[in-house]
């Protein structure tokens, strides 16, 4: 049994998908932070997928990138 990650293999953060979004619904507004984050957060400062294995046991790769990631958030919301 094998497990295997899914993602774009590229790091971003949730705050750059936040910001991606604010710009395709023309937010002009402040972003605000509100909460710490988990107890983890302090002692992981970024994380990425590590996709190699899909690649490798499916034959997969990532096709979205995050300005397709926003564009459909957008779009589901009804905000566009």
Known sequence: ??????????????RELVEAVARRIDYRGRIAEGAAGSSRSS?????????SAARRVL???AV?????IADFV???????
């Open 59 to 61: 034959g997969w790769h």
């Open 1 to 14: 049994e094998s497990i295997v990650n899914g993602g774009t293999g590229a790091p971003h953060t949730a």
């Open 64 to 68: 979205q990138d995050l300005d397709s």
């Open 43 to 51: 002692d992981v400062p970024w994380m990425v997928a590590d996709v």
């Open 74 to 80: 957008v779009a589901r919301s009804g905000a566009a």
